[in-house]
């Protein structure tokens, strides 16, 4: 349940730092109020907790347009960034429970709470689950004249060099901050993280020779490792990706242990109708299945997730899971953000 003491905590840090709500910008929308029978009635926001032009955005933006055809209504992207999601994800959680107002957001929903000493919302608590929606590969890679020529030699490199090897990020709580995390976990190496404001200038950095290596989505690094602008090791889920055939899994390579993708879910807040839930969810899974979604995610190294796990269920049931692994993860690499 969500408590009026979460709520206060939570204001106080979305004000601190001059965030406008958007429950309250989306509460000069007339109509709706959570009846399911007319629902839709005007429009949906679906909220992006990062920037635009990004993988999550960009996955977003693939499924919006079918979805609103399925529930013959609109929908509008709007991308409220900060706090590696947390605005975002924070602003959902106090919104009207009508179904009106939506979030994407990927593993991130189920690291903030190890990670953020403050925290303004508890995923499981305050949010119903949708659906799950794509889970994206990541890649490890490096400068192209980076010395490791395998995933092995890399390896046995950060060990040697640890206090010398630079690991890239594109800032706390990223997919590829987490997924660094995870090496350096797996390989039990504590490397000198440089972390940026965003994935953009992170990669350009790595193509530029300015740090070393990092983890990151295949969304953002097919194009560069198809230009031979980065070294590439290999690629983090159990089986290869079709756009990258060439590239081996991490178990092929020799670190089984090392398995992380970045998983998109959709949640609307607690306590929304299970009428426009199950509405939402079903048209999530008629935008996965269309034609268009499926080449483009194609294009992208990834693909939607089978019909069975587009389900609030399926998708509850990993957010659990996930929330106890990366809590040891992250409680075991020290990284905690006031």
């Known amino acids: ?187 039990g190496v504590k490397l000198q993280e440089v972390p940026y404001q965003g994935t953009g200038p992170a990669l350009t950095d790595l193509v530029g020779g300015q740090v070393d290596f990092m983890c990151d989505q295949t969304t953002n690094t097919s194009g560069q490792i198809a230009a031979g602008k980065v070294k590439a090791y290999a690629v983090t889920t159990p089986e290869r990706v079709k756009s990258l055939p060439d590239l081996p899994t991490t178990t092929e390579a020799g670190l089984p242990e090392l398995k992380v993708s970045v998983w998109h879910g959709l949640y609307v807040p607690a306590e929304t109708p299970p009428e426009i839930v199950q509405k939402l969810s079903e048209a999530l899974k008629v935008a996965l299945a269309d034609q268009g979604v499926i080449d483009q995610m194609a294009k992208l190294g990834t693909a939607p997730v089978p019909a069975q796990d587009a389900t609030p269920e399926a998708h509850r049931a990993k957010l659990d899971e996930q929330l106890g692994t990366w809590a040891k993860i992250i409680a075991d690499s020290g990284v905690k953000v006031s």
Do not use: W
């Not at 009026?4 to 204001?11: E, K, V, W």
């Not at 309250?24 to 920037?51: E, M, W």
């Not at 689950?129 to 490791?148: H, N, S």
């Open 1 to 187: 349940m969500r408590t009026t003491s979460r709520f206060r905590a939570a204001a106080r840090m979305i004000a601190a730092i001059g965030v406008v709500s958007l429950a309250a910008a989306c509460s000069g929308n007339g109509g709706g109020g959570g009846d399911a029978a007319s629902y839709p009635d005007q429009n949906i926001t679906i909220v992006v907790p990062f920037s635009a032009g990004g993988p999550t955005d960009t996955v977003t933006r693939m499924i919006a347009e079918p979805m609103a055809k399925k529930l013959g209504g609109k929908i509008v992207v709007q991308n409220v960034e900060g706090a590696g999601g947390t605005v975002g994800a924070g602003e959902v959680a106090r919104a009207k429970p009508d179904g009106y107002t939506v979030l994407m957001h990927h593993i991130g929903m189920s690291t903030a709470p190890a990670l953020y000493k403050s925290l303004g919302y508890q995923p499981l608590e305050d949010f119903e689950t949708i659906g799950l929606v794509t889970e994206v590969p990541m890649t490890i890679v490096a400068r192209k004249d980076f010395a490791p020529a395998t995933l092995q030699d890399l390896v046995t490199h950060v060990k040697a060099n640890a206090n010398k090897v630079t690991l890239a990020n594109a800032g706390i709580g990223a997919a590829s901050h987490l997924c660094g995390l995870l090496f350096q976990s797996t390989t």
